[in-house]
């Protein structure tokens, strides 16, 4: 059966990068604010009792438990890049063909092709030179948006349940 509609996008590492920003800032960032802030009053109530001169195991728990989200952020920071970035970077040609059927949208590579039902497409992110689809909170891929006509992007953001920017989920 052909494609009800098909597009070929090419890949740069700007892009890569500038999803793994986006996605770290989103998701260990916005998604974790009581984290940070319990980060930061552990960050300040260590600097209490340091230019006190306490020395007691306090400084040190109040010290580790400041330190996590900054833990937190720099491990999903290595992950995310050395798995989104690492797969641009072993590209030969960083290019995908993308195929819209009535019930999944095909992705074919050079490491690969999927089959996706539109229904396990949980959320999109739109930035202005990519989409990022997301088929679980921590697993996505991209679509750059460069060459790709606008009612093809109206279909597949229809298929998809009309998820939301990075300010909304579907």
């Known amino acids: 059966m052909e494609p009800e509609r098909s597009f070929t996008v090419r890949y740069t590492e700007a892009i890569a990068k500038a999803a793994v920003r986006t996605y770290v800032w989103r998701r260990f960032v916005i998604e974790n604010k009581p984290l940070w802030i319990t980060g930061a ?24 438990v400041a330190a996590l989200p900054i833990l937190m952020l720099a491990i999903g920071w290595r992950a995310h890049f050395a798995n ?6 072993r590209m030969n040609e960083p290019q995908a063909r993308f195929e819209l059927y009535p019930d999944v ?43 790709v006509p606008s009612d093809t992007l109206a279909i597949l953001r229809e298929r998809a349940g009309r998820p939301g920017s990075p300010e909304g989920k579907r």
């Not at 989104?84 to 970077?89: C, D, I, P």
């Not at 497409?121 to 060459?147: C, D, H, R, Y």
């Open 41 to 64: 009053a552990m960050a300040a109530l260590t600097a209490w009792l340091a230019a006190t001169g306490d020395r007691s195991w306090h400084l040190g728990l109040f010290g580790a």
């Open 84 to 89: 989104t970035v690492g797969r641009f970077r």
């Open 105 to 147: 949208l095909r992705i074919k590579a050079e490491d690969g092709e999927a089959a996706i039902r539109w229904s396990t497409i949980s959320e999109i992110w739109t930035t202005p030179q990519v989409w990022m689809v997301f088929l679980a909170k921590n697993q996505f891929f991209l679509i750059p948006l460069e060459g």
